[in-house]
């Protein structure tokens, strides 16, 4: 069974930074590009970062470009999102999921990542900014 515990979240004021991290078990993670998202109260679920599995190639949405990174170590299963800069409106709960093959990239210029299908959300981590 995959299990994805999300943790590093917090509470910070607008400007801050935190790191995020999400240890991943029940699967071969190395085979798997890996993605991050969040999720406002009443909101779809949004894609924030991705990355392939060998953290080389690294995606990101335009909101985050510049203040986001994404990282992972295949020793550890382990996906990182270090968030700098942060702004109110992205309060919400982030969680990582492992992505469908080719499902992490930039198509006509806007970024995608679609999680497999076997995913389950898990309780994510919170993370609150405030103004």
């Known amino acids: 069974q995959v299990q994805l515990v999300a943790s590093g979240g917090g509470s910070v004021q607008a400007g801050g930074s935190l790191r995020l991290s999400c240890t991943v078990s029940?699967?071969?993670?190395?085979?798997?590009?890996m993605g991050w998202f969040r999720q406002s109260p009443g909101k779809e679920r949004e894609g924030v970062s991705c990355?392939?599995?060998?953290?080389?190639?690294?995606y990101y949405v335009d909101s985050v470009k510049g203040r986001y990174t994404i990282s992972r170590d295949n020793a550890k299963n382990t996906v990182y999102l270090q968030m700098n800069s942060l702004e109110p409106e992205e309060t919400a709960m982030y969680h990582c999921?492992?992505?469908?093959?080719?499902?992490?990239?930039?198509?006509?210029?806007?970024?995608?990542?679609?999680?497999?299908?076997?995913?389950?959300w898990g309780q994510g981590t919170q993370v609150t900014v405030s103004s």
């Open positions: 029940g699967l071969n993670f190395d085979d798997y590009a």
């Open positions: 999921a492992p992505l469908l093959p080719v499902g992490c990239g930039y198509r006509n210029g806007h970024y995608y990542s679609t999680p497999v299908d076997f995913v389950k």
């Open positions: 990355l392939g599995w060998s953290g080389t190639s690294t």
